[in-house]
């Protein structure tokens, strides 16, 4: 963790702020698991930082859309895992971004950015390449877990700097 206060939360959707699991009927995909506490703390840093989360699922990308963008009013970006990398430092930079992933297309962000967050159920790959990994599951308050660490590490140290 670079000493640097951040600009940027980019948070992966899938396995973070979902379950992960991809409910399927004979239609096809048809549902996600997203958790009740994760958005408390996206509301805790939306005035702090910049928050924007990516999704490689194209198929279930209404899905995300309607829960992200229009439940949530945040920004939400279709960003391939292979892209991932390239995308974030072309257009955030790594050194002012903190990352949320689980996978291990994840963990060369994750090692890279100025700070890395896996939940506890993430690849195992992707929670040694994070400096914090949450006592929560993903779709389960991961991402409030990490807004609330992000609020301790970055913002109320900050904060107390100005008294």
Do not use: W
């Amino acid at each position: 963790m670079k000493n640097t206060t951040p600009k940027y939360l980019v948070l992966d959707v899938d396995g973070v702020m979902t379950t992960g699991q991809f409910l399927y009927s004979k239609d096809g995909k048809e549902y996600k698991v997203f958790g009740a506490h994760d958005n408390d703390g996206i509301k805790l840093l939306q005035n702090k930082i910049d928050i924007i989360f990516i999704t490689a699922d194209e198929r279930g990308f209404p899905i995300t859309q309607k829960r992200i963008v229009h439940d949530m009013k945040q920004k939400l970006f279709l960003v391939g895992e292979g892209e991932r990398f390239d995308y974030i430092q072309s257009n955030y930079g790594l050194n002012k971004t903190i990352y949320m992933g689980d996978g291990i297309h994840d963990v060369d962000i994750l090692k890279k950015c100025v700070f890395g967050i896996a939940p506890r159920n993430a690849r195992i790959e992707a929670r040694k390449a994070a400096d914090y990994v949450t006592p929560s599951n993903s779709g389960e308050g991961a991402v409030l877990d990490a807004c609330i660490k992000i609020e301790k590490v970055f913002f109320l140290k900050s904060a107390q700097k100005k008294l």
